[in-house]
């Protein structure tokens, strides 16, 4: 039941064959069973039964209020949730309980969508593995299943692979069957980074198509609140949901009018499909390489016509998102001295004194490093040079992908990331930061542009670990680009996690599995 998707499983419950009260224990008890990814920051299980006992009261009366009645989600811990804990996976807020809920939390919950808990992440969602987080690092589910855990000479605790981040948790708890769907946030690649490395499918919709109302911002002209599901036709239910005007945020733009479902037959024949040559980028896995080189392939023989383009500027792409990106995070991070919510230090000599050992114990180094690079940025003789240069260059960056799609391009297919998850063990926190400007080469530079793009997993590698792709799409034409991914979903046959083992199932130092333990007692 847990492995279906929202369409199946909301099937299933309003034809009765399992109560949403039921499904929720389901998704509780898997939780449990899969507490060593860490995936979760927050549980809120009295909350999460509540919510699926109101939902399978209006079942039973025949009135769901919608396709998300009853189906268990997360959400990403930077997005604000009433009374409950948001903590960005920093000491500076890991008390801190919001007053009211984000838009989007809303929005499913107006659905009757039960709410399992708050996932773990990056710190600010400043990073490329859900390592940096306060709360501890995320483990990718894929670590524990058949193919990875085969391959490797010792436990797989000692070799398990990092989720991407920073929306870790989420894929996370997508993949391991803990929820149905997860919310995330994505600056730079934040959701479909993870979603490429965990095997699910990430959303990131166009700028002002998903409000950002109660998203604790790191970058507020390119933050976009993003989706992860089992599918491309899941992610497409939850956006006809979470779309449209806000008054909360003034980037909010009207949805456009489009059929709620998907088109069963899509045809590509008429699709143009563009295959930037920037994107052969240093450091790119052969394997990944092979994929694109497949699908690209696979499109061609269907009829689509596929196009080598053109993006001159993607190169300068990561240099001029560091400059936005830290100046940005200088401002944001302002907000947070000890004086209103959040950690204050204990250092009382003066104010000033408080503010600089508040932000020092509430901060990692990753956040500082940001906020005093975004500082330098900002100051009077530099703002010019850096700052105004940058959104020059940003303008740039965007006018390339607008040629592209003005001259009939009508999707890009571009690798999501360079290659399959990194074993944990590698990841060091300096090699985190060289990594999130490597791995956002493919991501990011759509975050600048403000354009829709979707990664969808496509192979597993010979590690066992999953491989995926990223579709790009013109503005505001979300629905169109998820015809294009569900077409490509349906064609590559990647496998469920569920195919490969359960990643619950893991041998105790007596080489026994949990399961086994459980039985023989």
């Given amino acids: 039941m847990l492995s279906l998707t929202i369409r199946e499983v909301s099937l299933a419950l309003r034809e009765g064959r399992i109560s949403p009260t039921e499904l929720c224990r389901k998704c509780l008890h898997r939780i449990r069973k899969t507490q060593h990814l860490n995936a979760y920051i927050t549980v809120t299980e009295e909350l999460a039964l509540k919510q699926a006992q109101e939902a399978e009261s209006r079942l039973l009366q025949g009135a769901p209020k ?9 959400v990403k811990d930077n997005f604000c949730t009433e009374n409950i804990k948001t903590t960005c996976a920093s000491r500076m807020l890991q ?3 919001p007053p009211y809920n984000a838009t ?22 400043m990073g490329a593995g859900s390592t940096d987080g306060a709360f501890g690092p995320v483990r990718n589910p894929w ?3 058949a193919p990875y855990r085969d391959q490797m000479r010792t436990e797989p605790d000692s070799d398990w692979v990092v989720t991407g981040g920073s929306s870790g948790g989420s894929a996370a708890a997508v993949a391991s069957l803990t929820s149905f769907l997860a919310l995330g946030s994505d600056t730079g690649g934040s959701t479909r980074n993870p979603g490429a490395l965990c095997g699910v499918v990430a959303l990131k919709p166009t700028y002002g198509l ?24 899941d992610a497409a239910t939850v956006l006809g949901v979470l779309q449209g005007l806000d008054v909360r945020d003034s980037t909010t733009v009207p949805s456009p009018s489009s059929p709620p479902e998907l088109p069963e037959d899509f045809d590509v024949k008429n699709i143009c499909l563009g295959i930037p040559k920037e994107y052969h980028a240093p450091g790119l896995s052969q394997e990944t390489l092979a994929q694109w080189s497949r699908v690209a392939d696979m499109f061609e023989r269907a009829g689509a016509r596929v196009e080598q383009v053109s993006l001159p500027h993607t190169q300068h792409s990561i240099v001029c998102y560091h400059v936005l990106c830290h100046a940005e995070v200088a401002s944001n991070m302002a907000r947070f001295d000890g004086l209103q919510y959040g950690h204050r230090s204990e250092v009382d000599r003066s104010t000033e004194a408080m503010y600089a050992s508040t932000r020092h114990e509430g901060f990692n180094d990753v956040v500082r490093g940001r906020i005093l690079s975004g500082n330098y940025f900002l100051l009077r003789q530099n ?16 006018d390339d992908f607008e040629r592209v799609f003005r001259s009939g391009v009508d999707a890009l297919l571009t690798p999501a990331t360079l290659a399959d998850a990194a074993r944990y063990a590698d990841f060091t926190q300096e090699d985190n930061r ?22 969808v997993p496509t192979a597993l590698s010979s590690r066992g670990l999953p491989i995926g792709l990223q579709l790009i799409g013109p503005a505001l034409q979300d629905r169109k680009l998820l015809a294009v991914a569900q077409w490509m979903e349906r064609r590559v046959g990647f496998p469920s996690i569920s195919d490969h083992g359960d990643s619950s199932e893991r041998r105790s130092d007596t080489g026994v599995t949990k399961r086994e333990q459980t039985s023989a007692v």
């Fill in 383 to 398: 703002y010019q040079h850096y700052f105004v240069k940058a959104q020059q260059v940003r303008r740039l960056i965007a």
């Fill in 143 to 145: 670590s524990y299943a």
């Fill in 66 to 74: 919608g396709p998300l009645d009853g189906i268990p989600f997360a």
């Fill in 434 to 455: 060289t990594r999130s400007a490597q791995e956002d080469v493919f991501t990011q530079p759509v975050n600048m542009a403000g354009l829709p793009a979707v990664s």
């Fill in 210 to 233: 998903v409000s950002r109302h109660g998203l604790i911002p790191l970058v507020n002209s390119m933050d976009v609140p993003g989706i992860m599901t089992r599918s491309v036709s």
């Fill in 95 to 97: 008390d801190y309980k």
């Fill in 104 to 125: 989007v939390v809303q929005k499913l919950l107006e659905q009757g969508a039960v709410l399992m808990g708050k996932t773990n992440m990056d710190e600010f969602a």
